[in-house]
């Protein structure tokens, strides 16, 4: 599972030439297939030919398009990107970049706001500092409604002096609908990962559910003109959805759906596949590939 991509190392982008080291190890000692077509084989109850690997990427960033794109299409390798609807129509911002842009823009060293009922005060005096304000107040807007956490973002960003732009800046933009058409016919196949990306779990109307996993589908069908299978859950926490949200994608025609979390039962369930997030760092991705974390897993459950 991977997100975001550059041309060099930061938290919370991949380096290209770091991405395209661990696509070199995939080639050279792994199977490298596409999410969809080892579905096909989960669903079909076949085999599994060994070190099955499929790529994913969620929320569809045009870094994609530049940085990592580019590297797939290079050596023949499939991918499944999940794309936000709206965000992909410019419509909105996903949330964690507005709290980011914010922080980033603000002219004041110092923040105090009320987190989860404690009044909690940040230094914002350097990249470090920001960071870590931005983690803690994208965990508060975890636990808050998603129109509840609009109205958060939107507060926070008149008390640090912010003026946000409509659509998102350069840094933060979506992939177009161009450079989707343009992947789909290389390789790169294509899944809903909601039309705004909310917490499901926080949105307050069986209709609002069915808007962000249903027509998220129709919309990008109508589009690419082919049929959408995988769901990505945003965020993809246990605590993002539930049997009735899986029920609803169900329904919706989709035939899996990806979270954001590993644990031993990889792909017990259709509808919540596994993940394993990978970063730059490169001992980590090893250890996830050669069965490390697995093997620590298998020990700390027996």
């Known amino acids: 599972m991977y997100h975001r991509f550059g041309c060099k190392n930061d938290s919370r982008r991949l380096e290209a030439a770091i991405f395209e080291e661990q696509l070199k190890i995939l080639l050279n000692n792994f199977n490298v297939v ?159 990962d909601t039309c705004t990306h ?16 249903k027509v998220s589908k129709q919309k990008i069908q109508e589009k690419l003109d082919t049929e959408i299978s995988s769901f990505c859950y945003p965020n993809g926490t246990k605590a993002d959805f539930n049997d009735n949200i899986k029920n609803i994608v169900k329904n919706a025609g989709y035939k899996n759906a990806v979270a954001a979390y590993f644990d031993l039962d990889t792909h017990d369930d259709l509808f919540e596949l596994q993940r394993h997030g990978i970063s730059n760092d490169m001992l980590h991705f090893n250890k996830i590939m050669y069965g490390v974390e697995s093997l620590s897993k298998v020990i700390r459950r027996s």
């Not at 307050?204 to 962000?212: K, N």
Request: charged share 25%.
């Open 198 to 213: 909310p917490k499901l779990t926080k949105i307050e109307t069986q209709d609002e559910l069915l808007y962000e996993i």
């Open 34 to 192: 596409s999410l969809n077509y080892l579905c096909a084989l989960l669903a079909d109850g076949a085999q599994i030919p060994p070190n099955t690997v499929a790529i994913t990427v969620d929320d569809g960033y045009e870094d994609f398009y530049f940085f990592a794109y580019p590297v797939l299409k290079k050596h023949s390798i499939p991918a499944t990107v999940y794309i936000t609807t709206e965000f992909v129509e410019q419509k909105i911002w996903l949330w964690p970049d507005l709290i980011e842009y914010i922080l980033k823009t603000t002219k004041y060293k110092d923040y105090s706001t009320a987190l989860s009922g404690d009044i909690i005060s940040f230094k914002l005096t350097d990249s470090e500092y920001k960071m870590k304000a931005w983690n803690d107040i994208a965990d508060h807007c975890l636990i808050l409604s998603d129109s509840a956490k609009n109205i958060f973002i939107k507060e926070l960003a008149q008390d640090m002096g912010v003026a946000v732009p409509d659509k998102p800046t350069e840094e933060y933009r979506a992939l177009s609908w161009e450079q989707i058409y343009d992947m789909q016919h290389n390789g790169i196949d294509f899944g809903s």
